[in-house]
């Protein structure tokens, strides 16, 4: 059996492992697409590594685009096989691919344009809308804790790792030569304690691990710091400086539990009242999803409902669809919370509300997850960062630029380290691959795994192949 790392080598986006097994099947691992370097990833996320044809089976650990993004990509050049994911992550990618279509079509507009005038080549977008809808036809649901049988060799299983909705943990066993091989991929593993999601489950044993590190060198503050620091914020904005609070989120997961902790302090009578806008289709369609599923969600959702029966939605929160309210939140000198996508602020209406905002003292930046190093969200974290240039215009910064880490999606290394030692013998683990973080965490993610008694521990470049 033939592991070959394609994605999320060295960096924290473009998840893609393909498993080839002796009789020659092949599996797909994730078939994320590269993020954060704005028309710069174009030719990364062109360049696959495998034929599409060739590919038998994907098994897809969460709806993240960074993890699922080029789907539509790889159906366009003749990908036919099967995808399996949970029910929700079905759903939220029936969501999130077409999303992400409508963006490409957008993002090479504009830059084709820039190129015609420059007379310079132009570019065809990865997908469009229709291998979006088209390609939504292959993917097969099965829930958690199931043993599916693919055929006479694999199975497998999906475990909550607590990332997101209908995030896992995907369990591999491939039987070859008489042997069973267990092969256990972590995709994204979530928080010991969430607002919202469920804790990881444990996972059975496994032979092989290939194990994300995206915080594989910090350590996050817990949920009530958090929760203290963004009311903090919010005080500080809008009820003192009277100016705007906007936060750059990803529509999916993070927007929901950040509304999630808006509407607990809402209901404690904590929360002024403050309008609060949530300025993202997608967005808004997902919290649908989330409402959908929500049984699915941790202990402390579920007690909320008994007494509000909806915990995505108070009275001064409004979601916002249409272009021209958004238009018009710039243009209001209201104070307000403005929640609105993307997270690491390299597309969609967030990046508009912050170039129009970004030179007024009284506006405050929230981050509140993981922006790559060569993001506007990295970059603007920068202190000595006097001015940034958005849409092609120069800005002077002004804004306060502030970050709470709790808020995010990932474990940090020392709740990594808990879940996978509660849920295996480490010394059985016969190899362990890390994957999915920047090239310090990796190494840091590594010494941590070390000390807690993992050996033969591994960090692939992009591309590498490893007999198992």
């Known amino acids: 059996m033939l592991i070959q790392f394609l994605g999320a080598a060295g960096e924290v986006t473009g998840s893609k492992h393909l498993i080839t097994t002796d009789s020659g ?15 710069e990833t174009d030719a990364a996320n062109r360049e696959l ?106 199975s497998f299983q999906f475990i909550n790792s607590g990332h997101m909705l209908g995030s896992a943990l995907i369990h591999l066993s491939i039987q070859e030569h008489n042997e069973v091989k267990r092969i256990a991929y972590t995709g994204d593993i979530g928080r010991l304690h969430s607002h919202i999601l469920s804790t990881p489950h444990p996972f059975p044993q496994c032979d092989y691990l290939i194990c994300e590190s995206t915080y594989g060198d910090r350590l996050h503050d817990d949920e009530l710091v958090s929760e203290e620091q963004l009311l903090g914020v919010v005080e500080e904005t809008c009820m003192y400086k009277k100016g705007k609070l906007l936060i750059p989120s990803f529509s999916v997961g993070r927007t929901q ?27 808004a369609n997902a919290t649908e999803i989330f409402r959908r599923y929500a049984d699915t969600l941790n202990e402390q959702v579920r007690d909320t409902l008994r007494f509000d029966p909806d915990p995505f939605g108070f009275n001064t929160l409004r979601y916002i669809t249409d272009v021209q309210q958004s238009k018009a939140l ?38 509140v997850g993981y922006c790559t190093p060569t993001s506007l969200g990295a970059r603007i974290q920068d202190p000595k960062l006097r001015f940034v240039s958005i849409f092609g215009y120069d800005h002077r910064i002004r804004a306060q630029v502030t970050k709470i880490d709790g808020f995010s999606g990932h474990g940090d290394y020392s709740e990594m380290i808990q879940y996978f030692t509660a849920s295996q013998d480490v010394k059985a683990i016969k190899k362990t691959f890390i994957v999915h973080g920047e090239s310090s965490a990796q190494e840091a993610m590594k010494d941590h795994l070390y000390e807690a008694g993992f050996r033969n521990i591994h960090i692939p470049q992009k591309g590498a192949s490893v007999v198992l």
């Open 25 to 39: 099947k092949t599996i797909l691992l994730d078939c994320g697409m590269y993020q954060g370097k704005g028309m």
């Open 49 to 154: 590594g495998f034929d599409p044809k060739d590919i038998h089976y994907l098994l897809l650990s969460h709806a993240h685009i960074d993890h699922s993004g080029l789907i539509p990509y790889i159906y366009s050049l003749g990908f036919r096989g099967k995808i399996f994911c949970t029910p929700a992550t079905r759903d939220l990618c029936e969501l999130m691919l077409q999303d992400t279509a409508f963006i490409q079509e957008q993002d090479v507009r504009w830059y084709n344009k820039k190129m015609h005038r420059q007379h310079k080549p132009t570019i065809k977008p990865l997908f469009d809308t229709h291998h979006a809808q088209q390609v939504m036809k292959l993917f097969r649901t099965v829930d958690y804790n199931t043993t599916y049988r693919i055929d006479n060799e694999i």
């Open 257 to 283: 539990e950040i509304v999630y902790v808006l509407n607990q302090l809402y209901n404690d009578g904590r929360l002024e009242r403050v309008p609060v806008y949530v300025d993202s289709p997608l967005s």
């Open 330 to 367: 710039n243009r209001s000198e209201q104070p307000c919370i403005v929640i609105s996508s993307s997270g690491m602020l390299e597309a969609g209406r967030i990046k508009h509300h912050v170039s129009n905002h970004i030179d007024d003292p009284t506006t405050t930046i929230l981050i």
